[in-house]
T-cell receptor, first 112, second 115 residues
Framework: SQQGEEDPQALSIQEGENATMNCSYK?????LQWYRQNSGRGLVHLIL?????REKHSGRLRVTLDTSKKSSSLLITASRAADTASYFC????????????FGKGTRLSVIA | GAGVSQSPSNKVTEKGKDVELRCDPI?????LYWYRQSLGQGLEFLIY????????KSGLPSDRFSAERTGGSVSTLTIQRTQQEDSAVYLC?????????????FGPGTRLTVL
């Protein structure tokens, strides 16, 4: 079963604008990851935030985690047309290499 | 280095036929996962291999699904007597030994269409 729920399901913005996607989950986690998927194929890992972290940055990406609200957000600043993709949050409840539980994703369209 | 590869990239089969999907993980990665993604949905966990341990088969939807991993490397997912609801993209991922950051590296997927 899916634990995470991304919000919104779809987002359309102009190039240069910021895009914010949210993820809510149900059970306690060890870490939360964000992945990107182009054209319904393989996923690419973007960023991982551990349960004891509140914010993390990687280039134009900013991820926040609020374990009290069981939610995370992914912010993409200064978006580009090439950022058009589906973005998924994924959680695991145990340490180490374990299967991830994915949400349904947010489909982001960046219009040039 | 080479990433995770999967074959075939696309497979069209008739209802009732068996199919085999192959995954070659990144060399040295001890964990291997199979997920399924139906159109417009998130990924659904199917099965997980970790080193020489018994696989976690808790996500397999029915006994028509099975998977094996030979020599701790290549994995094959087999679907017997395929049904139309099996149509989906089947994604394989691998991850390095513990301490590698726990991120998963995905292959391009196999798009299975059951007619």
């Amino acid at each position: 079963s899916q634990q995470g729920e991304e919000d919104p399901q779809a987002l359309s913005i102009q190039e240069g604008e910021n895009a914010t996607m949210n993820c809510s989950y149900k059970t306690s986690i060890n870490n939360l990851q964000w992945y990107r998927q182009n054209s319904g194929r393989g996923l690419v890992h973007l960023i991982l935030i551990r349960s004891n972290e509140r914010e993390k940055h990687s280039g134009r990406l900013r991820v926040t985690l609020d374990t009290s609200k069981k939610s995370s957000s992914l912010l993409i600043t200064a978006s580009r047309a090439a950022d058009t993709a589906s973005y998924f949050c994924a959680t695991d409840a145990n340490s180490g290499n374990t299967p991830l539980v994915f949400g349904k994703g947010t489909r982001l369209s960046v219009i040039a | 280095g080479a990433g995770v590869s999967q074959s075939p990239s696309n497979k069209v089969t008739e209802k009732g036929k068996d199919v085999e999907l192959r995954c070659d993980p990144i060399s040295g990665h001890t964990a291997l996962y199979w997920y399924r993604q139906s159109l417009g949905q998130g990924l659904e966990f199917l099965i997980y291999f970790q080193g020489n341990s018994a696989p976690d088969k808790s996500g397999l939807p029915s006994d028509r699904f099975s998977a094996e991993r030979t020599g701790g490397s290549v994995s094959t997912l087999t679907i017997q007597r395929t049904q139309q609801e099996d149509s989906a993209v089947y994604l394989c991922a691998s991850s390095p030994p513990s301490g590698g950051g726990w991120k998963q590296f995905f292959g391009p997927g196999t798009r299975l269409t059951v007619l």
